[in-house]
């Protein structure tokens, strides 16, 4: 399924346009719109703005997710992943970046930080009921099934 994402550009710094690097990916790349280097040291974080704002199309949502290469290289990940964009949000798209490495890391102006994937979504309503209906599982939390353990 093909969707349309109108995007403008928002501020001063060129870089560029979120494209997909495979013909299988699934998650655009986001690059990093910075007119400096900035540095993120080990358990730090830094919001780092994209240069783009969106209109994600009611019915979706955009989700900002880590870009693997960087959490394997460098321990470096998106803090509140995914982050969601909400379809009536207008402002620019930043990321919110973490370092979990063992050395500082440095962003540069048009380095690819995050993707971003389009979903569908469901908008819920819920309802009260007196009870819930039973499953095996119940109400088993964290490890309970036992997958992992």
């Known amino acids: 399924m093909n969707v349309r994402v109108p995007f403008v550009r928002v501020g001063d710094v060129d870089v560029p346009t979120p494209a997909y690097q495979s013909e299988g990916a699934v998650g655009l790349d986001l690059c990093a719109?910075?007119?400096?280097?900035?540095?993120?040291?080990?358990?730090?974080?830094?919001?780092?703005?994209?240069?783009?704002?969106?209109?994600?199309?009611?019915?979706?949502?955009?989700?900002?997710?880590?870009?693997?290469?960087?959490?394997?290289?460098?321990?470096?990940?998106?803090?509140?992943?995914?982050?969601?964009?909400d379809p009536d949000y207008r402002g620019e798209l930043k990321v919110l970046l973490i370092n979990h490495g063992g050395a500082p890391f440095v962003v540069r102006k048009g380095d690819r930080i995050a993707q971003l994937v389009i979903c569908p979504v469901a908008r819920a309503e819920l309802v009260a009921v007196p009870a819930l209906d039973e499953t095996s599982r119940g109400a088993g939390g964290y490890g309970s099934t036992g997958v992992g353990s």
Do not use: K, M, Y
């Open 33 to 85: 719109a910075i007119e400096e280097d900035v540095t993120i040291d080990n358990g730090e974080r830094r919001l780092v703005p994209t240069g783009l704002a969106v209109a994600i199309p009611v019915g979706f949502e955009g989700q900002v997710r880590p870009r693997s290469g960087l959490a394997l290289r460098h321990g470096v990940t998106v803090l509140n992943a995914p982050g969601t964009i």
